[in-house]
T-cell receptor
Framework: DTEVTQTPKHLVMGMTNKKSLKCEQH?????MYWYKQKAKKPPELMFV???????INESVPSRFSPECPNSSLLNLHLHALQPEDSALYLC????????????FGPGTRLTVT | AQKVTQAQTEISVVEKEDVTLDCVYE???????LFWYKQPPSGELVFLIR??????QNEISGRYSWNFQKSTSSFNFTITASQVVDSAVYFC???????????????FGTGTRLTIIP
């Protein structure tokens, strides 16, 4: 089962709101990723977690706060976002010790008003 | 720095035609991995293939085939007898090991939007 799930599918939030995106995988993968994708652009890496530890932060503004409560779950906490943060947020996971392909979830389409 | 170029921004073909999507990459690494992903309108990126730099054998999977040529730094993707369900954006990507944990950062090309006309 190569499935990564993400909730919610759509999210509309104001600039003063606090919300969270959730990602889950049950493939035993040890690396999990957050990407941001703007329309007609490729995905841009935001964060990488390996064995539940943050290993890569691609200079993402602090209004985005990732969290990895356990090896199956990945959250992205959002606070004081700007309208330009509106995008598709994709979660992915990959096996640590085998192939390195990343499996993506369906994404959360975020609109900041 | 690594770079992936997908020069074809948009391609339209009539159903049942064959179509080739081009991918050219740049890297200084001797060991690297190349990928193709499909992104249908629903938004989810679907993994299609992973190829390492030491394996130059072409691969065929049903109607899909991939031609890896290290000499020209290309990793092209051909769909034979295209179908409407093949309509999507296709991304070529190159991996870069950027941490001690073996995590890889994917450098994506800008994507090719493929439309199959019924």
């Amino acid at each position: 089962d190569t499935e990564v799930t993400q909730t919610p599918k759509h999210l509309v939030m104001g600039m003063t709101n606090k919300k969270s995106l959730k990602c889950e995988q049950h493939m035993g993968h040890r690396a999990m990723y957050w990407y941001k994708q703007k329309a007609k652009k490729p995905p841009e890496l935001m964060f990488v977690y390996s064995y539940e530890k943050l290993s890569i932060n691609e200079s993402v503004p602090s209004r985005f706060s990732p969290e990895c409560p356990n090896s199956s779950l990945l959250n992205l906490h959002l606070h004081a976002l700007q309208p330009e943060d509106s995008a598709l947020y994709l979660c992915a996971s990959s096996p640590r010790d085998r192939n390195y392909e990343q499996y993506f979830g369906p994404g959360t389409r975020l609109t900041v008003t | 720095a690594q770079k992936v170029t997908q020069a074809q921004t948009e391609i339209s073909v009539v159903e049942k035609e064959d179509v080739t999507l081009d991918c050219v990459y740049e890297t200084r690494d001797t060991t690297y991995y190349l990928f193709w992903y499909k992104q249908p309108p629903s938004g989810e990126l679907v993994f299609l293939i992973r190829r390492n730099s030491f394996d130059e054998q072409n691969e065929i999977s049903g109607r899909y085939s991939w031609n890896f040529q290290k000499s020209t730094s290309s990793f092209n993707f051909t769909i034979t007898a295209s179908q409407v369900v093949d309509s999507a954006v296709y991304f070529c990507a190159l991996s870069e090991d950027i941490s001690n944990f073996g995590n890889e950062k994917l450098t994506f090309g800008t994507g090719t939007r493929l439309t199959i006309i019924p």
